[in-house]
């Protein structure tokens, strides 16, 4: 996978003032607010930044928090972990590998297939229904 790397000012360019306060300065929508938390097609959740593939529908699930939850990401090095301890909580991060947009936060109390929630922000996601495609396949 090759890195995007852009300044900061194309990234002010190319998103939106919600977009890119939540991927480029690692904001946070509310719950219940973004448009993919109760989303139940089929399809594949790609970064809105660069367009990765991040999250299939296939692993998406209600955790009941107010945001799109998945227990694993599309495949293995589509996104990164940093340690986060902004707000007075230690969590961690999730980001996308390409393009280093701050996507959400993954916590140990998913379900039963992995024990992981990737707890993601809508806003860094854009949902492509024609591609059905499969962790599995890719």
Not at 102 to 116: A, I, M, S
Request: glycine share 10%.
């Amino acid at each position: 996978m090759s890195k995007i790397e852009k300044t900061e000012e194309q990234w002010k360019q190319e998103l939106d003032s919600e977009t890119y306060r939540v991927t480029r300065q690692a904001g946070t929508e509310a719950a219940f607010s973004g448009k993919y938390w109760d989303l139940k097609a089929a399809g594949m959740y790609k970064c809105v930044a660069c367009g990765e593939a991040l999250f299939s529908s296939e692993t998406k699930y209600d955790s009941g928090s107010g945001w799109p939850s998945f227990y694993a990401p599309a495949k293995e090095g589509v996104v990164g972990e940093n340690d986060d301890q902004s707000h007075g909580m230690i969590r961690t991060e999730v980001v996308c590998k390409k393009c280093d947009s701050h996507l959400g936060h993954v916590f140990p109390d998913g379900p039963p297939e992995t024990g992981l929630r990737y707890c993601i922000n809508s806003a860094s996601l854009q949902f492509d229904e024609s591609d059905g495609e499969s962790a599995e396949e890719s």
